[in-house]
């Protein structure tokens, strides 16, 4: 073989090679610029500023010995278990249709939290109308006009009221003779709902009453203590 044969041949090898690198997913790479990685899908947003609550709060206290729908009895067990810790809870929520927040006001018994009685009061204008904005204040009546109107007063003890997708569900505990403060015999449940916009009132929807058994829990009797080997 000469040397111009020889020459030849290494220049159609080398022109066969670089064929294959052009062609598309044939090669040894493919051409075009690389994937990059979707930086806006793993993009964390930045912090909003901090928005103001929904509600705003009341005292509850100072409330309920301002209101005289509440009973002696229940202002006189009105005190603090622990320094300043009332046994009180406190639900706001809308019930009533007013623009305004509404607030349920809960009071239980240090002891063993028994409901002593439930509240509903609704944030309405010195005229006596729902207000627009409640007050932060938290007495019966505020600096900026806004006041608390009972519209609810349950005192059947125990007792206890919440929201429940926007009407309130009020629940009493029943008593039989021998009954343990933490197992009542049976449960009587009322849902009510407000009508009659701003002069109206709460009405009763639906009543549901559960029995509990006494074979099963604490609620029964005591287990038998096994017998010492």
Request: net charge negative; hydrophobic share 30%.
């Amino acid at each position: 073989m000469t040397a111009g044969t020889t020459a030849l041949a290494g220049i159609s090898a080398l022109g066969l090679f670089m064929t294959g690198c052009s062609t598309g997913g044939t090669g040894t790479r493919d051409e075009g610029e690389a994937a990059q990685p979707d930086k806006a899908a793993h993009a964390t947003p930045s912090p909003s500023a901090s928005s103001p609550a929904p509600f705003q709060k009341v005292d509850p206290v100072r409330l309920l010995k301002s209101d005289p729908k509440v009973s002696t009895r229940v202002k006189a067990q009105l005190k603090p278990c622990t320094k300043d810790e009332y046994p009180i809870d406190v639900t706001y929520g809308h019930l009533t249709g007013a623009t305004g927040q509404d607030v349920i006001v809960n009071v239980m018994n240090c002891a063993d939290a028994v409901g002593l009685g439930s509240y509903v009061y609704r944030a309405t204008t010195a005229s006596g109308s729902p207000d627009a904005s409640a007050s932060s204040g938290s007495s019966a009546s505020s600096a900026s006009g806004s006041s608390y109107e009972n519209v609810f007063t349950a005192e059947e003890t125990p007792v206890y009221a919440e929201i429940d997708r926007g009407d309130l569900v009020v629940t009493r505990q029943m008593y039989a003779p021998g009954d343990k403060p933490a197992f009542a015999s049976s449960e009587v449940v009322t849902t009510y709902h407000w009508s009659g916009g701003a002069s109206g009132k709460f009405a009763q929807q639906s009543q549901v009453e559960n029995d509990y058994s006494k074979a099963v829990g604490d609620g029964g009797s005591p287990a038998p203590v096994p017998a010492t080997p």
